[in-house]
């Protein structure tokens, strides 16, 4: 019969990729996937480091499932991704019904992890990092799904080392994969469907930086806009520090490349920046969004915040509200600052009191969240270009797609507009997505 395994993803898109390269090994090993771990003969976790809460998330998940081993001790349990690299055997101590703990440079290796398990009851730890030829070399399949829009990955780790951020510790340094990989891949993809991509990586605009026999990144957005078939092209994350004039003319130049950006800034305050090793001024920051708007002046931006830094004071504070105001973001994701294992902010001194730090962030969120609404509103009653991606969840007969800018619009229309661009009037306009209906397809 066949071993049924249950995977469950945290974290960020880099996660959600290699849960798809997990799935396809497993798979090839003769396991179908289950919605539940109560009916699984193995259960997953591909996990998240990035702040404190989403570790502990880890810890909490996995006490699920121990009363499911003690009835069925023969159920394997294993955790992957950035906690497993951070943790390695401590897990193993820690929790006594963990079978197996993999790295994120080792999904290849479980395999044989769970063989070990398997015939010799033998459990596993595998997070040695590997050189980048390696890596390359192990880019394992991801499954195939009937799916519109995927990530590519076109580089992954992180040399940059902002102080706060574990990341760089958790998925090693950077590595690039080739241009000519990447332009297959998606060829493949559209073959197969998929009319929109978005290229994946911790800091997608230092792709190939330290490479010269390879094109930048630039010009591989240009070979990848060229491909037949495809409709629409995006990318995440972009480093403010990496994004170069030739980039920023892209949104200018390339039809199919979606006029929306995520442009992490995390603090408007230049003394925070520095502390954070983030490698620009706020008025760096401001200058690119500036040319941004230049050269496609319908661009929408998303951003990343962190509130609370050590040491951030009241005019810190107040020089990110400030930016926030002078660019109005379409929305921004807003973090308390959170202490991380083996970085520099960690040993930082910090006198600001939790009350504060929560404070700020209450007030950050209402600026944006109004800043967002006012954006949002101005969709109403316009006819908007929407690639449909599928049936949507809020009802029978009504699809779902997104606009240039993200934003997600619901509406009555038929499954046959799947991987089409359709105009929508855009009716009712709500905190997280739109509502639309069919003004005529393409
Ligand atoms: N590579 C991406 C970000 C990856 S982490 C980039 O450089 O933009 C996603 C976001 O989590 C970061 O942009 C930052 O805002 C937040 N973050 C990272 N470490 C954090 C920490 N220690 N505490 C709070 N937020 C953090
Ligand atoms: Fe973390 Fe900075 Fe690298 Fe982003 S660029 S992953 S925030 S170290
Ligand atoms: Fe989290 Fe690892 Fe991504 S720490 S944000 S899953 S790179």
Redesign the pocket.
Known sequence: MKKAFYLETFGCQMNVVDSEQIAALLTGLGYHQVGSAENADLVLLNTCS?RDKAERKVYGHLGRFKPIKDKRPDLIIGVGGCVAQQEGEKMLEKVSYLDLVFGTHNIHRLPELLQEVEQNRQRGCETTFHDRDTRLNLFPERTVQESVTRFVTVMQG?????S?????HV?GREISRSSSDIVAEVKSLVAQGVREVTLLG??VNSYNLKNDEDVSFPQLLELINGIDGLQRLRFA?S?PKDLTAELINCFGSLDKLCKHIHL?F?SGSDRILKL???GYTAADYLDKVARLKLVCPEIRLTT?IIVGFPGETETDFQATLDLVEQVRYADAFTFLYSPRIETAAAKMADDQSALQKQQRFDRLLDLQQQISAEIWETDSDQVLPVLVEGESRQGEGQVFGRTTWNRIVNFQGSTDLIGKTVAVKITKVFRNSHVGELAEAE
Do not use: A, K, S
């Open positions: 990035v992180c040399d940059n080392f902002c706060y951020c574990i990341v760089p998925r911790q800091n994350t480093h992490p995390q954070m090793n983030r990343d």
